[in-house]
Structures are given as structure tokens and as C-alpha cells.
């Protein structure tokens, strides 16, 4: 060992005897960094990870290491001091080692001047650290694999750039195997194998934050494999121009039996799949607890199947091998009884029908197109669940998520595939358990409502589809029994009455074929029952087994016991111009949450309700109130009500109401709760906050193009979007815990009554900066030229604002004392004989009683902002991320999971959830940080050459000294 150190510091010195190790040093630094800030435009990415430094190692260290060791040994044979080495007491390994880790400590040396980089991205935005340890540590093997390349090709020549270009060839091939431009060729199985060959591939997966021990081999292979060949070429040098004898034969023996023993010993390690670490926040690459806990309920054995195509889009190729990973996790926890299959339809034709006849499942074609050739793909990128006699399909949309890039092709990822099939596990399940007969666990009956134009107006396809509906609808009741009643209507048949109904309660337009057949014409169709209605959507592809499964699943939501049910009150829609219907067209005003509905109804059932009746519907565990506008009594006392049932109010509100238009326009709002939540303590005040700490808007700014004028959109800082994160959101909430960040819209200080909710539990969830600032001004459009920092003055006291609460506990009635507003009601109905008396007795005794507190479960969830989760909001904050910006939506899924108990869904969609935003910041502030890590850069070369110098003094001095006393 102490030769080799003896090797490894005058090969280390000589880096630094010659420009070598400056210029590998400086050409790291510079390349890295000019790749991170400006070729990934990191800050336009806006996320706090280190994947732009990492993305480009595999290449770069090709060119960088290949530059390092072209010298090694061919500088050696050269100057002809490789034959004194050889017949020098050192063992050669001993000098294959010291020039190996020589070279790898001065690639770790540069690595180690990269370390400003995560410490910066740590400053600006909550950083996972486990991916960045990932990186450091595969750069630090691949640089060990191509370093083995490179000492065996430069062993192979005398030329230095011959040696170079060998290297370069080599380590490429090695990369190439396992890239995308090849993989992309070929099927996922063949793709697949070739990944396992590649080296990139193999860094990708470590740079993920996943330490797998077979990928750490593998390089240490190519290491074991190319330093052995190097040990071998020496001996053979040795040997050149002398008589060939067994000895020889035997070296060569021996080397094939150890490159192929270290080779094998991959191929022994490839099914050792829990030789792995997850080394990222949250262990998001393993299956959660929650996970193993839903596999070990299971009483019958579980089927999950996945359809994949050997051939499919090159952006979701990739994506299967990952997918087929996690479902073997899925096998080991659920033992015997779980069975995971992987089948491709493409390859027999049994498969293919019935995956289309049993589970619904088609292929999907695909569009591809390269410099090379264009066209369809038709693939499979499905995944079933199955239970018992119940199973769930999820299509690619379920699996994955895309995000645009400011160039080239959007960045294709898997969103959580984990959730996705636990929940579809956990659906099975329970539909199983419930007997599989939706219609058994119905407590009233149903009504299907068809409201469909007459055949002339219809489409050809859907002409078919309405008789198919009718077979469907027939089989159906006779499952059913009296629990099924149908009705159909023309919406066109009365004048348009009943379409200006339709447009005022659902919503419903007139539809239209395509561009081509712009005939407008109606085919919806609605499950009512009990006060809740459900739209039963047309199915993608109009045939009847799809249009039976739409069916049925509009039924198994309106059936108990599969999921929980939530009410939610939204703002009425505005009023309708009845000549405007007439003419077909409909208002689009009003806020709208269809984000947020999709999100809920994944996991709970939503029913919508006006409370105009003075109830909350009897089933509903969950009051959630949308910017609340103008609620009247009956309206209070059902949300007062339910409140001291013991249940849980979530409300967004506000005492500002913005629109989104062309502009924007901020307005008074009144909710009706305020006196109502006054009462419980909790009051905002008639102002909003303002955040230099803030997300962006998307903003036109004009732009001279030489005479011409164009509007770009930029997006600047916008105050009134508090950016909220770190200290912001509470971390010992499970609401807000593994958010990472959030962004309120138009947003209101809370204040909290100490002496009212002095035996009550507060939960603060957000906070504002502590530099923001309230106004209450109603212009809300942001003046860059006068204000060109923010849009805004930034006027009065400083500080932070709570904008969100959790109050828990026992809760007195606003009603209490005072009549109820329905028994108001039958009092003044009095006298009407036509209903019978003893309905109306059963009827006041329901109203009539108030509940005058609550039990201590009761609590109330208060967003201070009119427009938080609104679609137009949603969408405005989307534009800027380059993909959905979803986590005001799973903020409410949270809050809703936490107060209904549901903590397993809640655990595994979180782990994905935690937003890595940058923290917002201006022009300016970027260019510091960018110029800081240059600088950085800098100094620690600078520091290295100090070291130098001072290392070499100390020694000159030295031998002065020896001298001296000589």
C-alpha cells in the first residue's frame, strides 16, 4: 500500500507540474457551469434540484477523463522510461493503481469544486439532498469506469491522441448502449437489456436519489475488466520478442477467467432487487408504509396486469422499466397473494380482445416524429387492477405528467404511480367487499336522465350509441329492480326552455361533432338520487361496452360504502341571457372548479348542493364551502348545523372578490359567514396582503422589433400571490407538511379572538413573509414603470400574516337562543291543508330542534381567499410552471383526508406532492447567484494554486536545508 502511495503522489504531482490538471480543472468548472445556468436554464426551470449538472456528467467526463489519462502510459512508452518501470522492483499493479487513483482524486478534486452549486440551490429552495449524494457518488464511479478505459487504451498506443481518441470511443460506445437515440429503436425489452449495458442509463438511475449496489458493481466491472486487460498488456510488453511459453498461455487463461468471472457476476446480481437504497426525501422510490398496510388487508388474491406495447412513443419507452420495477415491489409485499403480469396485446390476438372486451383497453395511437421519418404508433400504456370479480384500469393520463421545457421536446415523467394503483387497489377492494352489486348498497332509488336531440340531429355514431344505451339501460333495470327509473328529454323540443335549465344547473351547452359537422346537437345523461346528481360522461370510444362502464361508474359513486362523501357549495353561476341561449350561446362566467372536482373525485364523492333547503345533505362527512357569496339564513343554519353535528367546514373566502378576464378586476365581496365565523373567533380583516416574496404573472410587455411592436408575455412578480413556504407553512401539519410550497391568490390577514377560542385548538397553517404588507386599495393591476421592482408601493408596517387556520374543538351555536330559520318557514305555511299532518309534524320535528354546541370533533378549515382553487386562478398560475400547477388542489385533498381520517391515500400522494419551487426572485438577485458561483468557482482554483505553492516552498525549503547541513 505504501507503494502505491508513493505512485499515486508523483502521478498527482505531475498533473500540477504541467498545464494538465489547470486546464482539466478550469475546463470542468467553466463547462459545468455555463451547462447548469444557461444551457438547462436552471432559473427557468424554477426548480431547486442539481439535474442540470448532472444531466451532461456522463458526457462531459468522457471527453474531460479521456483528456486526463491520454498520457499515462503512452507518455511513458514514448520517452522509453516504461521499460526501466517494468524491470524496476514495483509490481505493475502497484503502478496501474497509483496512476488510477491519481487520476480519480483529481476528478474528485473537481467534483469537490462543484459543492457551491447544491449549497446555492439549498439557499433558494428546499433542496432534496439524497438525489445530490446520488449524483456525487455516480460521478464518481462513471469517472472510475471511463478512468479504467482510459489507462488501458493509453497503455495500447504511444501516441497520446491516438489514446484520446480510443477512450473516446470506447466510453461512448458504452454510453450510446444504453441512450435514448438507441433505445428508442427497439421495444422496451430489448431497450430495457441495452440500459442495463449503458452507463448512462446506469447514472440516471442513481442520480435519481436510488443507491442500487448492481449499478455500483457495474461500473466497478468496467474498472475490474479494463484494469485487468491493462495489467495483461503490460506483462505482455514484457514479454515482446522473446519465445511464447505456457507461462504466457496461463497469464492469458487467467485474465479471460477474471474479466469473465467479474462480467457473470452481474447477471448473479440482477434479480437481488432489495440491494438498494432510497436515498431521497421521503423515500418516494419505495413503497410507502400505507402501501404494505392496504397489501396485507387483502383476503383474495390481487391481479395487477400491465399492457405494455414492444413498441411505443420514445418519451414513454423509458417509463416502463421504472413502472415494472415498482409492480415487483407490489409482488414482494404482497407475497402469494399478489400476482403481477406484463403482457403485450401486439404479440397475439387473444390478448388483444380480451383486453378490449374484459377491461376496455385499446391502444392508443400515438404521434412520433424525428428528423428521420413521422408517423402513428398505435401502443398500449395501461395498467389493471383487478379483485374478486372487480377491477380498475389506468391509462398512460393516469400515469404520467408532462412538463414543458423552454425548448425541444416536454419532459415526460411518471406522477406517482404509486397513488394511482393503491388507489385503484384500495377501490377494487372495497367495491368487492360490498358484494360487487352496486345497486344491493343503494338506499333510494335512482334516476338516469337522458337529455338527448331526436335522431335527424344527431350524428350517425351517436344515433347507434342512443340505441345501444337503450339495451343497456333495460339490462340495467333488470339488475336493478324499482332501484332504476329512466326518463329521457329534447332540450330542443320546448322552445329551449329546458336548455336554459340545463345551462342554469349543470352547466350543459349544445355540443358539436367536429369542425366539420358543426351541427349542434344534445347527449348528456345524468344519474339523480337523493338530491345528488352525477353526469355520466360519453365515453372516448363510442361503443356500448364503454358506454355500460360509464354507466356503472356513475352509479358506484352515487352507492355508499365506496367513498366519502363531500359536499361542496360553489357560487351560483350568473344569471343567462335567454336570447344568448337561444342563439346556443351559453354564459361562461362565474368561477369554475373543475381542476379541483377532477382531484376530489378520485378519492371521495362530491356532492354539490345550494343549502337553500337548510340542510347539508345527510350523508355528507365533509362541508366544503367555495367562496361563499351572499348566504342567507337557511344557508347559515345548515352550515351552523353541521358544524355542531360535530363535522368539519372547510371554507375559502375572503372580503375581496378578483375576476379574470381581460383584466383584472377586484371588487367588495360578501359572503354571508362573516358575522357567523365572528362568532367562532375568527375574522379577516377588509384589507389584502401584499408578498415580495411572491409567484409570477404572465404579463404582455411590448418589444421593438427593428418598426415593428409585439407584445411578449413575461412573467414578472406579482405581490398579491404570496409565495408561501419554509417558515409559511406549518411543518407539523399534515396539510401543509409535505406541500413545500403554496401560492395563495388575493389573499386577507386572519385574526383570531384569544378569549372565545381560549379552550379550542389552534392550528396555524400559513403564513405571509415577514416583509409583506396590507392594502386595501381595489386596484390589483400591477404598474411596472412606475414601480418596476413589484408592480406596487410597498406602504405601511411590515410583517407576517396569517392567512390560514385549523380551529378544532367545541363550538356554540349562532342559532342558539333564536328561532330556527325553517321553523320561520312552516309557520307561515300554516293553514295549507293539502299536505297531510302528520308529514308536517314529522317534517317540523326534523327543522325545528337546534343542536346549541358541538362536540369537541368539530372544526373549522379557513383559506382567506375568494379564488383559491379556482379554475382561472389554477390556469394563471400553471402558465408559469410549463405544467398544472396542482398544489392548491392538494392542499384541499389534504385538509380533507386529515379531518375525515383517511391518512393511508393522504401519506402516499404527499411523498410526491412536496413542491422544489425556487423561492421567487428578481432579475438581479438570479445574476448574483449565477455570478457568485462563478466567482466561487474561481477562488477555489485559486485556494488549489495557493496549496501548491506553499506545498511547493515548503519543499524547496526543505532541500536548501538538507543542502546546508551537506
Known amino acids: 500500500m505504501r507503494s502505491v502511495m508513493t505512485v499515486l503522489r508523483k502521478e498527482f504531482n505531475s498533473f500540477f507540474a504541467s498545464p494538465a490538471a489547470w486546464l482539466f480543472l478550469g475546463m470542468f468548472l467553466l463547462v459545468n ?28 467526463l468522457i471527453f474531460l477523463v479521456a483528456a486526463l489519462t491520454m498520457r499515462s502510459w503512452a507518455e511513458e512508452r514514448r520517452s522509453g522510461t516504461l521499460e526501466s518501470l517494468l524491470t524496476s522492483p514495483i509490481n505493475p499493479f502497484t503502478l496501474i493503481m497509483g496512476k488510477f487513483l491519481a487520476s480519480l482524486l483529481l476528478v474528485a478534486l473537481a467534483l469537490l469544486l462543484t459543492l457551491p452549486l447544491p449549497v446555492t440551490v439549498s439557499l433558494i ?41 480510443l477512450t473516446v470511443a470506447v466510453a461512448g460506445f458504452f454510453y450510446l448502449l444504453g441512450s435514448s437515440t438507441l433505445t428508442t429503436l427497439f421495444g422496451h425489452q430489448v431497450g430495457g437489456f441495452l440500459e442495463l449495458l449503458g452507463t448512462g442509463s446506469r447514472f440516471d438511475s442513481i442520480t435519481r436519489g436510488v443507491f442500487d449496489v448492481r449499478d455500483i ?3 466497478l466491472s468496467i474498472v475490474g475488466v479494463f484494469l485487468t486487460l491493462n495489467y495483461f498488456s503490460l506483462e505482455r510488453f514484457r514479454w515482446a520478442g522473446n519465445i511464447s511459453t505456457p507461462r504466457h498461455k496461463q497469464w492469458g487463461l487467467l485474465t479471460g477467467l477474471i474479466i469473465l468471472n467479474v462480467v457473470l457476476a452481474n447477471i448473479w446480481l440482477s434479480p437481488v432487487g432489495r440491494a438498494r437504497m432510497d436515498l431521497t426525501e421521503g423515500s418516494i422510490y419505495s413503497l410507502s408504509p400505507a402501501t404494505k398496510q392496504y397489501m396485507q ?15 411505443s412513443h420514445p418519451l414513454l419507452e423509458p417509463l416502463v422499466p421504472q413502472i415494472k420495477d415498482l409492480l415487483q415491489e407490489y409482488q414482494v409485499a404482497g407475497g402469494d397473494k399478489v400476482r403481477v403480469e406484463f403482457l403485450d396485446p401486439h404479440t397475439d390476438q387473444t390478448l388483444a380482445e380480451e383486453a378490449a372486451e374484459k377491461y376496455g383497453i385499446r391502444p392508443v395511437p400515438f404521434r412520433m416524429a424525428s428528423r428521420y421519418q413521422a408517423g402513428v404508433v398505435n401502443s398500449y400504456f395501461n395498467l389493471v387492477v383487478a379483485y374478486g370479480d372487480q377491477y380498475e384500469s389506468l391509462s398512460f393520463e393516469d400515469l404520467i405528467e408532462v412538463k414543458a421545457q423552454t425548448a425541444g421536446e416536454p419532459e415526460v415523467l411518471l406522477k406517482n404511480p404509486e397513488y394511482a394503483i393503491t388507489r385503484a387497489l384500495r377501490k377494487v377492494a372495497n367495491a368487492y367487499q360490498a358484494g360487487g352489486n352496486v345497486f344491493a348498497e343503494l338506499q333510494k332509488p335512482l334516476t338516469f336522465s337522458g337529455y338527448i336531440s331526436a335522431d335527424t340531429v344527431l350524428p350517425e355514431a351517436l344515433v347507434e350509441l342512443n340505441l345501444k344505451l337503450q339495451d343497456i339501460l333495460a339490462d340495467l333495470q333488470q339488475e336493478a329492480g324499482d332501484k ?23 352547466g350543459f351547452g349544445p355540443q358539436i361533432a367536429s369542425i366539420f359537422d358543426p351541427k349542434p346537437f344534445w347527449f348528456y345523461m345524468v344519474l339523480k ?8 360522461p360519453l365515453p372516448v370510444e363510442l361503443n356500448g361496452e364503454e358506454l355500460r362502464k360509464s354507466i356503472e361508474a356513475a352509479v358506484q359513486r352515487m352507492a355508499p360504502g365506496y367513498l366519502k362523501t363531500v359536499a361542496i357549495v360553489t357560487p351560483p353561476a350568473p344569471a343567462v341571457n335567454p336570447y344568448m341561449a337561444q342563439m346556443g350561446m351559453m354564459s361562461q362566467g362565474g368561477k369554475q372548479y373543475t381542476e379541483l372536482r377532477k382531484t376530489l373525485s378520485e378519492n371521495v364523492r362530491l356532492k354539490d348542493t345550494d343549502l337553500q333547503d337548510g340542510r347539508v345533505p345527510a350523508d355528507a362527512d365533509l362541508l366544503l364551502l367555495l367562496a361563499p357569496e351572499n348566504l342567507n339564513e337557511k344557508q347559515l ?64 410587455v411590448r418589444r421593438n422589433i427593428g418598426p415593428i411592436s409585439v407584445n411578449e408575455i413575461q412573467m414578472m412578480p406579482y405581490p398579491h400571490f404570496p409565495d408561501i413556504r419554509t417558515d409559511g407553512l406549518n411543518k407539523n401539519n399534515p396539510m401543509t407538511a409535505t406541500l413545500g410550497q403554496l401560492t395563495l391568490n388575493w389573499a386577507s390577514p386572519v385574526s383570531i379572538d384569544p378569549e372565545k377560542n381560549s379552550k379550542r385548538e389552534i392550528v396555524e397553517l400559513l403564513h405571509s413573509s415577514p416583509e409583506s404588507w396590507v392594502a386595501d386599495s381595489l386596484d390589483v393591476l400591477p404598474d411596472y414603470k412606475r414601480y418596476p421592482d413589484s408592480g406596487f408601493q410597498a406602504e405601511g408596517d411590515r410583517g407576517s400574516h396569517l392567512l390560514g387556520v385549523v380551529v378544532k374543538g367545541t363550538f356554540s351555536s349562532w342559532f342558539s337562543g333564536k328561532e330556527t330559520p325553517l321553523l320561520v318557514k312552516e309557520e307561515e305555511k300554516e293553514g295549507d291543508t293539502e299536505e297531510p299532518a302528520d308529514e308536517q309534524e314529522e317534517e317540523k320535528t326534523v327543522v325545528s330542534s337546534i343542536i346549541e354546541h358541538s362536540s369537541d370533533s368539530a372544526r373549522i378549515i379557513l383559506i382567506a381567499s375568494n379564488t383559491f382553487a379556482c379554475d382561472s386562478v389554477v390556469n394563471l398560475a400553471s402558465q408559469g410552471q410549463g405544467t398544472m400547477y396542482t398544489n392548491p388542489l392538494d392542499f384541499i385533498q389534504n385538509g380533507i383526508d386529515w379531518s375525515l381520517d383517511d391518512q393511508g391515500l393522504m401519506s402516499i400522494r404527499s411523498r410526491a406532492q412536496f413542491s422544489r419551487m425556487l423561492i421567487p426572485m428578481e432579475q438581479n438577485t438570479r445574476l448574483f447567484w449565477e455570478y457568485l458561483n462563478y466567482g466561487l468557482a474561481l477562488l477555489g482554483l485559486f485556494l488549489i494554486w495557493l496549496w501548491r505553492s506553499v506545498k511547493q516552498k515548503r519543499k524547496q525549503s526543505h532541500y536548501k536545508q538538507i543542502l546546508a547541513e551537506v
Do not use: C
Not at 487504451?153 to 497520446?160: A, E, T, Y
Not at 338520487?529 to 355520466?536: A, H, L, M, S
Open 217 to 219: 458493481y457495474y461500473y
Open 125 to 165: 429552495g428546499p433542496l432534496d439532498w439524497g438525489p445530490v449524494l446520488g449524483g456525487y457518488i455516480a460521478s464518481l464511479f462513471l469517472a472510475a469506469a471511463y478512468i479504467g478505459i482510459g489507462l488501458y487504451m493509453s497503455g495500447r498506443s504511444d501516441n497520446p491522441i491516438v489514446a484520446l481518441i
Open 297 to 311: 388487508q387483502l383476503q383474495e388474491p390481487l391481479l395487477i396486469r400491465g399492457y405494455f406495447s414492444a413498441k
Open 529 to 536: 338520487g337523493d338530491g345528488e346528481v352525477v353526469q355520466v
Open 637 to 700: 343554519f345548515a352550515v351552523d348545523q353541521f358544524l355542531m353535528q360535530g363535522g368539519s367546514v372547510m371554507v375559502t373566502s375572503s372580503p375581496f372578490d378578483v375576476k379574470i378576464s381581460n383584466s383584472l378586476d377586484a371588487s367588495k365581496h360578501i359572503s354571508g359567514i362573516e358575522e357567523w365565523l365572528a362568532h367562532h373567533g375568527l375574522s379577516m380583516a377588509d384589507s389584502m396582503v401584499l408578498d415580495p416574496q411572491n409567484a409570477s404573472l404572465p404579463v404582455p
Open 484 to 506: 332504476l327509473t329512466v326518463e329521457f328529454a329534447d332540450p330542443d323540443a320546448d322552445g329551449g326552455a329546458l336548455a336554459m335549465q340545463l345551462q342554469e344547473e349543470y
Open 33 to 60: 457551469l455555463f451547462v447548469f445556468f444557461w444551457g438547462e436554464a436552471f432559473f427557468a426551470r424554477n426548480i431547486a434540484d442539481l439535474k442540470p449538472l448532472f444531466e451532461w456528467m456522463p458526457l462531459l
